[in-house]
């Protein structure tokens, strides 16, 4: 058992630029299943995290292809690969505590009223006219966590084996 999960370690470790890819790609097209088909809508703590996803799929998809035609330059898409997971492990892990109410998100995701001279009448206009996402709200979770929970575990993993991979790179 230790040997096969030592084997599928360091097969992942060898491909993690295509690892990285195919998971960004994966987690994205989930991102918008769950938009488009099921419906939930993300919140402006989501936003981020699809650009590092998007980011992530468009360095790592320059590094595959410079890997051998240009192995001076493909280690710098390979670090951009690794900045970009970075940016996904801090905001997904963000708006995962905002989920579990551990610290307070920005104030574009809670709903304010208008100011002391709006009627009732017009904020209640205002309020049936807008589509609002809480990012403190869980729409969906599995085993008690939720994407933004999923995304920073699997961000996280892979970020890690990145940095060691870039690591060993440039150690070469």
């Given at each position: 058992?230790?040997?096969?999960?030592?084997?599928?370690?360091?097969?992942?470790?060898?491909?993690?630029?295509?690892?990285?890819?195919?998971?960004?790609?994966?987690?994205?097209?989930?991102?918008?299943?769950?938009?488009?088909?099921?419906?939930?809508?993300?919140?402006?703590?989501?936003?981020?995290?699809?650009?590092?996803?998007?980011?992530?799929?468009?360095?790592?998809?320059?590094?595959?292809?410079?890997?051998?035609?240009?192995?001076?330059?493909?280690?710098?898409?390979?670090?951009?690969?690794?900045?970009?997971?970075?940016?996904?492990?801090?905001?997904?892990?963000?708006?995962?505590?905002?989920?579990?109410?551990?610290?307070?998100?920005?104030?574009?995701?809670?709903?304010?009223?208008?100011?002391d001279?709006?009627?009732?009448?017009?904020?209640?206009?205002?309020?049936?006219?807008?589509?609002?996402?809480r990012?403190?709200?869980?729409?969906?979770?599995?085993?008690?966590?939720?994407?933004?929970?999923?995304?920073?575990?699997?961000?996280?993993?892979?970020?890690?084996?990145?940095?060691?991979?870039?690591?060993?790179?440039?150690?070469?």
């Amino acid at each position: 058992m230790i040997s096969q999960l030592k084997s599928l370690w360091n097969f992942a470790f060898q491909h993690i630029l295509e690892l990285s890819l195919v998971a960004s790609v994966l987690m994205l097209g989930g991102a918008y299943g769950f938009e488009y088909i099921g419906g939930l809508y993300p919140c402006d703590l989501c936003w981020p995290q699809r650009y590092a996803h998007m980011a992530v799929i468009i360095f790592a998809s320059f590094a595959l292809f410079l890997r051998k035609k240009a192995p001076d330059k493909w280690i710098r898409f390979k670090i951009m690969t690794l900045f970009s997971y970075a940016v996904s492990v801090g905001y997904s892990g963000y708006h995962a505590g905002v989920e579990q109410k551990w610290w307070e998100g920005p104030d574009s995701c809670t709903l304010q009223a208008g100011g002391d001279n709006m009627s009732a009448e017009q904020f209640f206009q205002d309020l049936g006219s807008v589509t609002f996402v809480r990012c403190d709200d869980i729409p969906w979770d599995l085993f008690g966590i939720s994407m933004a929970g999923y995304n920073f575990l699997i961000s996280l993993i892979l970020f890690i084996m990145l940095f060691l991979s870039v690591k060993q790179d440039l150690r070469r």
